[in-house]
């Protein structure tokens, strides 16, 4: 449950003034990294999470250089995706658990801010067997996802094992760049953390609608997307001046929000690249040095597939401002993730 809190809504704190003159839905001109195989919290390392931090902080996102192999992990469980959603209907129905809500998502089942999204979507969670004392305890979101086959399992779970690696080393970077003493704090605090995915696909945009996903931000540490060549998805980056609301707060969700302001920033799909943006732990934690991004997704012409994944704390995390340790303004996260 968050906690009590009488400060105002955040807005946004950036390094340079904006000129949206120039910006008004523009294609995001999004630097791309290339993350070591360990971090060790030497100077360029230090000097690479820095250079994280400030593109969040000016365009809200950037993008991660994938290693041949993880591409390749990537097409595989994008292989595996279109031949599940390729079955019909009524197949992929039976693929739900009433236990941890992972599973099939029908296309319009799902709503952002009181409205039908396009997506289906298959939930992964945090895999479990029945007997883990995690799932007899009753954590939401913990439990046996209903695989729909064996190729499917295999290679989501490759691919989200490397994109959790992925996860831990930019999180030790983005310490570094927030100039944390220990590279290994965010890590620490997502050790055994609730990651988990959704894999979507979209259908081409119809006489009907053009809406993909409505706007919104997402709980946790880190949002990493992986989409084809389709494209349709859209940020909003900061804005001085703008108030992004506490999302973790009940009375302040972001859903919809800004949905049809014109300064958002279509993100054109790089072929081999991760789309990396901050989740709402992070607009808490460093306390209005860094703010959610919010994002959106509209239907193009072709069908669309992408990965959202999620780096997320660990479930009894309690959650506060690193630079204000007596704030009322906190989260136990494995209550606020679940409501």
Same mark, same amino acid.
């Given at each position: ?19 949206? %003159?120039?910006?008004l839905?523009?294609?995001a ?5 290339? @993350?070591?195989p ?17 593109e ?52 319009? /089942?799902?709503?952002?801010a ?6 289906? @979507?298959?939930?992964l ?28 399992? /295999? ?32 890590? %620490? ?14 259908p ?5 609608s ?14 990493? @997307? ?24 009940p ?40 703010? %959610? ?25 309690? @959650? ?20």
């Amino acid at each position: 449950m968050a906690g009590d809190s009488n400060i105002a809504p955040v807005s946004t704190v950036t390094p340079r003034a904006a000129d949206w %003159s120039n910006r008004l839905n523009r294609i995001a001109n999004l630097k791309t990294f290339h @993350i070591p195989p360990v971090v060790v919290g030497n100077a360029a390392d230090i000097k690479l999470g820095k250079s994280m931090v400030l593109e969040w902080q000016t365009e809200g996102m950037f993008q991660v250089a994938c290693t041949p192999d993880v591409y390749t992990s990537s097409q595989l469980a994008f292989e595996a995706s279109r031949e599940f959603f390729a079955r019909p209907t009524s197949e992929k129905l039976s693929y739900v658990s009433d236990l941890t809500f992972a599973g099939y998502i029908a296309s319009g /089942e799902e709503l952002t801010a009181g409205e039908a999204d396009s997506s289906e @979507i298959f939930t992964l969670v945090k895999d479990l067997p029945l007997t883990d004392k995690r799932v007899q305890d009753g954590w939401p979101g913990h439990g046996p996802v209903p695989w729909p086959s064996s190729t499917f399992k /295999e290679a989501l779970q490759k691919y989200l094992r490397e994109l959790g690696s992925i996860g831990d080393r930019l999180l030790q970077l983005i310490s570094l760049g927030l100039g944390l003493q220990n590279l290994n704090a965010l890590k %620490s605090i997502a050790n055994d953390g609730w990651h988990h995915a959704r894999v979507l696909r979209y259908p081409p945009t119809s006489s009907q609608s053009s809406r993909g996903t409505g706007s919104h931000t997402d709980y946790g540490f880190l949002v990493i @997307i992986t989409q084809d060549d389709a494209g349709g998805l859209s940020i909003r980056p900061p804005i001085n001046g703008e108030i992004r609301n506490r999302n973790w707060l009940p009375s302040e969700s972001s859903a919809g929000m800004y949905e049809d302001s014109e300064e958002w920033n279509y993100v054109k799909p790089v072929r081999s690249t991760l789309v990396v943006f901050p989740g709402d732990m992070f607009q808490l934690l460093p306390h209005t040095t860094l703010l %959610s991004t919010p994002h959106k997704v509209h239907l193009t012409q072709k069908e669309r597939y992408s990965l959202a994944y999620f780096h997320e704390p660990n479930f009894q995390q309690i @959650i506060k401002p690193f630079n204000n340790a007596d704030s009322m303004d906190f989260v136990h996260y494995g209550e606020v993730s679940s409501e």
